[in-house]
């Protein structure tokens, strides 16, 4: 059921990531922004998300969001240097106060879920994810952080990449508003537009798209 054919999508994103641009390694560095980002390309590879929400709340968020990182594990593209807790970890915190993040695409594209050809496995690779998650959600919390946001994976029209996608957005749904973690669920929005929304990498958003995120997370801050 689960025959992900992810290898050669893997080589795609890394011929478009390999060069890490100024939104990845920007931010923090004691600003004065109360907001953070923390995550992978869908914010760091062309930016727009960031900029946007920058443009519109006429503010300055830091970003550490790097192309190619995973919650958990490594790669080529993102080194367990910069996995996505580890973003967060090593980020100034000082007078932040929302945080707006995702993660755990790069896990079945690039890590360990790439392999998986049974569901049990995609269930283990999920699991994993969900618990790492939870744990950096705590620490969130012990830090003082009053708003999380995660905005979830928009569907890619590859039936079985939509699959795995709706089992992991479903518990997103189901379980984080009782964690008190804010979930956009971006795929009604992205149905129905994936030619105007996605790249021809098939994965990453347009401008067009990262506008329709933006508004998403726009809609859902405090």
């Given amino acids: 059921m689960f025959n992900n054919n992810v290898k050669p999508l893997g080589l795609a994103v890394l011929a478009s990531c390999v060069a890490f ?52 594990g490594g790669s080529l593209i993102c080194s367990r240097r910069y996995t996505i807790p580890n973003q967060y970890d090593n980020a100034d915190k000082d007078g932040i106060e929302t945080v707006i993040m995702n993660g755990g695409g790069n896990d079945f594209l690039l890590g360990d879920g790439a392999d998986c ?68 669920d971006t795929r009604p929005a992205f149905a129905g537009n994936e030619a105007r929304y996605i790249t021809s990498d098939g994965i990453h958003p347009t401008a067009a798209g990262s506008r329709v995120l933006a508004d998403l997370i726009l809609d859902t801050l405090d």
Avoid at 39 to 62: K, M, Q, R, T, V
Avoid at 150 to 165: A, K, S, V
């Fill in 117 to 184: 050809t049974t569901q049990s496995c995609v269930e283990e690779v999920l699991a994993g994810i969900e618990q790492t998650l939870a744990g950096m959600y705590n620490d969130m919390r012990n830090d003082g952080i009053d708003e999380i946001i995660f905005l979830g994976y928009y569907n890619l029209g590859d039936p079985e990449r939509d699959q795995i996608n709706s089992v992991s957005m479903a518990y997103k749904a189901e379980t984080y508003p009782q964690m008190g973690i804010k979930f956009i």
């Fill in 21 to 72: 641009n100024v939104w990845a390694i920007s931010g923090g560095g004691g600003s004065s922004a109360d907001k953070m980002i923390v995550g992978d390309s869908i914010f760091a590879l062309s930016g727009d998300i960031h900029e946007y929400l920058e443009g519109d709340l006429d503010e300055s968020i830091d970003t550490y969001a790097r192309s190619g990182c995973q919650v958990n």
